[in-house]
T-cell receptor, first 115, second 116 residues
Framework: AQSVAQPEDQVNVAEGNPLTVKCTYSVSGNPYLFWYVQYPNRGLQFLLKYITGDNLVKGSYGFEAEFNKSQTSFHLKKPSALVSDSALYFCAVRVGSSNTGKLIFGQGTTLQVKP | DTGVSQDPRHKITKRGQNVTFRCDPISEHNRLYWYRQTLGQGPEFLTYFQNEAQLEKSRLLSDRFSAERPKGSFSTLEIQRTEQGDSAMYLC??????????????FGPGTRLTVL
């Protein structure tokens, strides 16, 4: 079965420090991977995606993610965290052929950035 | 604002009542998705449309649930005879799919349903 795992329920980091939010996946075929962020009482905002090509993907708000095929991981990173980055982060994988667009999401990781 | 919009944002209903939610996708997006998110969980896929055709439905979508996208623009999700287990955030997303390359789904703010 195709799945996404976010092994950490919460990540705590001090403002200005680098942050990493982990994601691993299990899919058959080529993975299409996504990161979304959710602020309280709001929908999901798209951050970045990996389709093919360069393993380092740059996205919105200074976030980037590294695709690692051998480790089946797609960790989200940012060199210097901001308090305003505190939110719930979801990793997702698109499954199926081009005719099936559904996303499978991980459980989410709460990022807490402290001043 | 040209993003995905959903109405209402909040709905409180009594068990057994019917509810209907509306989603207006980003203009010219040909795909529209519905997801359900419960507290502490990631969104779960319910169904999606390519233009007006409903191409896939999740097993989560019981017979009490029905979705439409009559003119390939806005969509409605109806839940009949609501149950307390239907309490969740219902998210709508849209995308523009023109090739085999993975499209990006843009989400609306969601409709939070509370069934008493």
């Amino acid at each position: 079965a195709q799945s996404v795992a976010q092994p950490e329920d919460q990540v705590n980091v001090a403002e200005g420090n680098p942050l990493t939010v982990k994601c691993t996946y299990s899919v058959s075929g080529n993975p299409y991977l996504f990161w979304y962020v959710q602020y309280p009482n709001r929908g999901l905002q798209f951050l970045l995606k990996y389709i093919t090509g360069d393993n380092l993907v740059k996205g919105s708000y200074g976030f980037e993610a590294e695709f690692n095929k051998s480790q089946t991981s797609f960790h989200l990173k940012k060199p210097s965290a901001l308090v305003s980055d505190s939110a719930l982060y979801f990793c997702a994988v698109r499954v199926g052929s081009s005719n099936t667009g559904k996303l499978i999401f991980g459980q989410g990781t709460t990022l807490q950035v402290k001043p | 604002d040209t993003g995905v919009s959903q109405d209402p944002r909040h709905k409180i209903t009594k068990r057994g009542q019917n509810v209907t939610f509306r989603c207006d996708p980003i203009s010219e997006h040909n795909r529209l998705y519905w997801y359900r998110q419960t507290l502490g969980q990631g969104p779960e896929f319910l169904t999606y449309f390519q233009n007006e055709a409903q191409l896939e439905k999740s097993r989560l979508l019981s017979d009490r649930f029905s979705a439409e996208r009559p003119k390939g623009s806005f969509s409605t999700l109806e839940i009949q005879r609501t149950e307390q287990g239907d309490s969740a955030m219902y998210l709508c997303a849209s995308s523009f799919q023109i090739s085999a390359v993975a499209d990006t789904q843009y989400f609306g703010p969601g409709t939070r349903l509370t069934v008493l």
